[in-house]
């Protein structure tokens, strides 16, 4: 079956937002195994909307529509599909009872503000969101006032969701997908193979033949900074069968990447696989980082309970600062700079000292985009682990702007954090 | 004239990569003075890409295609393009030479490699992005080897653009922004207004009278996490008769948000107006984070030159930290918890103590998704400047994923540092 997107507003043609749904949404068609093949922008107007509605009624079998569905006058997804699939909209009292509700549960909450008698705040634009077109399924929105809907109309399926990421995703995953996923007479499943260590082209070249023979499961990369990831999806009638057809293929990834590959799930991240590896072998971690400047510690944190291990960090992102709070060797400093590999290796010695951590790791670099030279152009970063009485140092040399060299180094700290563990302790 | 925009590759449509392409051109039609009715995205599938590109052709007037320029089989767009218009594709020496001396120089900085001989690793493939739709206009690819086009048929303009953001930007900044102005008999000028401390929606109501009566200039709001940035765009005959239309909507929007606005250019972000601010009253910096663990710094730092101004700081995610390196009393924290206005305070005042600083912030908060009482809940966050004595202290309740609220604690931090200064010294 192909799917179509339509996503409708005029904020995604004026470039005010990203269309980050059209990304969430593509994936998730992926992983259920659909085919998509058109994904459109349109904005809140009637001719071109229902233009584009009908040249996709022709053209693919299930038509997702995200946006439009507000309570204002410029919100006219719905109606405009009532109109393509000729039926009349109706009060749908579920729904109205579902705003209400809302409404009184969002004043109550918020103490500062009176209830308005008799709930005068809902006007009747409100009571727009409540009607739905005639025979559809009406999709309760746990995150805001707009129902999601389901039309079922002459072998084709709409499904309306609203734009608002934070109400379309769960109004996606609880009810949306288990419909979805009926749909399908295979059952598809995915995993995700996560690589930190390798460049893209190189990860690839690597499976080049896996991917080009690929049927069933397929093998597709992901781009994302400094990371490689292969989401590998197969279909079967069961799943203890898909996930058969996915054993080996994840077997054989890990037979070529080892321990380059940081996690086969997809919800786990490179911190918190990091964060997971110092839990496991109860170590406490301290960062010190120059060019990347908090972005490192900034991450860890991303990590609900890294607290556990992290405590402490340091930004000395002047000399005087790595020779105060990490005793680096002001003669260190001097005879081979601040972006080097003794100094590095001494800022994560200093560490250790400092803060009596376990782990402790350095960052120091050239992230641009002045301050390079020939010698030591912009992009170089050293990076120190020290663990256990061994200290490692990787030497970098980052392409792009000031903002990508930081992420990558961020990315090749936590994957040296990940690798110093690796080597003492497995 | 009206603009389409035509994305092309498999990748978007199995949600690989996100789609910033369209948002960047979007931005720059609407700052031309464009009308944008359409976004189209489709794989790279000749069929299916001549559909698209027929409709386009026979509703917009102009049609900018991004991706599929590569030297693959895979890469199609040209060869569709041509069909459609009815034109040949003819070798272009200009663009065979440019390939040619781009893999040169590929090799020669790289030492690692050897130069093949004859550069044999320029497969036939490459020539294919000689190739020239005829009477085509050849747009150079300074950071790639897919050159760019412009098509101009029966009244129709096709401008297809390599899909990588870091080939496409500047070779559109470079070549296809002038070409674009010279089709427009108007000129086009928009400026930014940036604001900080006020919510989108407030700071929507505190000018929705200037949004609705909007015809020329006109007033976009454009949201951004904890920011809210109007764009005031402008069209007239002559530049500064642009100008003129925009200036008493800046003055007015001026005497509306006061110091909320932080800049009125669209190239000064809230750090560098932080810095720059520093900068100009010669102060330093220093920073003492707990629940952003290192993101304001990190921040901090994506100023280029930061280094002036910011030499160090501090991650106190465990009270331990906060005890050690910036003297908060252990009765503070006992009596009032690591989150409140009282250890907020000692860590700015701390801070200042520790690295002899100008100007210290501190910032101490619950992320969640745990650790929040009734009392204290997920997203209360205390932020503390101090500066020439004075100590500010801003409590904050944020709403939000983890992500969320500390993505916010940093604006709100740089924010109140940004004020401080004001205070002081304005």
Excluded at 26 to 54: M, P, W
Excluded at 131 to 148: E, F, Q, Y
Excluded at 263 to 283: F, G, Q, S
Excluded at 375 to 394: H, N
Aim: with cysteine; charged share 25%.
């Amino acid at each position: 079956m192909t799917v179509e997107l339509i996503s409708i507003g005029t904020e995604l043609l004026l470039g005010n937002i990203i269309n980050t749904n059209a990304t969430y949404l593509s994936i998730q068609c992926a992983k259920l195994g659909f085919t998509l093949y058109h994904q459109i922008t349109v904005g809140d107007n009637e001719v071109r909307l229902s233009d584009v509605i009908k040249t996709a009624q022709d053209r693919s079998d299930i038509i997702i529509l995200t946006g439009g569905l507000g309570p204002t006058s410029d919100d006219i997804t719905k109606e405009t599909l009532a109109k393509v699939v000729g039926r009349e909209l109706v009060m749908d009292e579920h729904s109205k009872e579902r705003i209400l509700s809302y409404y009184k549960q969002l004043y109550a909450y918020d103490t500062n503000k009176v209830l308005p008698k008799g709930l005068e705040l809902i006007t009747e634009n409100n009571w727009k969101q409540a009607l739905k077109i005639r025979d559809s399924i009406v999709i309760d929105n746990d995150n805001g006032t707009a129902p999601g809907y389901i039309v079922e109309d002459k072998n084709k399926i709409f499904i309306l969701l609203p734009g608002p990421p934070g109400e379309m995703i769960p109004m996606f995953e609880n009810h949306i997908l288990p419909y979805l996923k009926k749909l399908q007479d295979k059952v598809f499943l995915s995993k995700m193979v996560k690589i930190c260590g390798i460049g893209e082209s190189k990860a690839e070249t690597m499976i080049m033949d896996l991917i080009k023979s690929q049927t069933n499961p397929t093998i597709a990369p992901y781009a994302k900074s400094g990371e490689v990831h292969f989401r590998i999806t197969a279909g079967a009638d069961k799943e203890e069968e898909a996930e058969a057809l996915i054993k080996p293929i994840i077997k054989e990834l890990k037979a070529r990447f080892g321990n380059n590959i940081y996690t086969t799930r997809e919800d786990i991240t490179l911190e918190k696989a990091v964060i997971d590896l110092l839990i496991n072998y109860k170590l406490t971690l301290a960062t010190a980082e120059s060019c990347t400047g908090g972005l490192l510690s900034g991450r860890i944190v991303n990590v609900a309970g890294a607290s556990q291990v992290f405590t402490e960090g340091f930004i000395t992102y002047s000399n005087q600062a790595k020779i105060k709070y990490l005793n680096v060797n002001p003669d260190t400093l001097n005879t081979y700079g601040a972006v080097s590999e003794e100094t590095a290796k001494e800022m994560a010695l200093g560490l250790i000292k400092t803060t009596g951590c376990d782990v402790a790791v350095a960052v120091t670099g050239i992230a641009g985009p002045d301050g390079g030279t020939k010698e030591k152009p912009v992009g170089l970063v050293y990076i120190s682990c020290s663990i256990k009485g061994k200290t490692f140092v990787k030497r970098c040399n980052f392409k792009g702007n000031r903002a990508k060299i930081r992420e990558q180094s961020v990315v090749a700290a936590l994957d040296l954090v990940r690798r110093s563990i690796l080597e003492i302790y497995v």
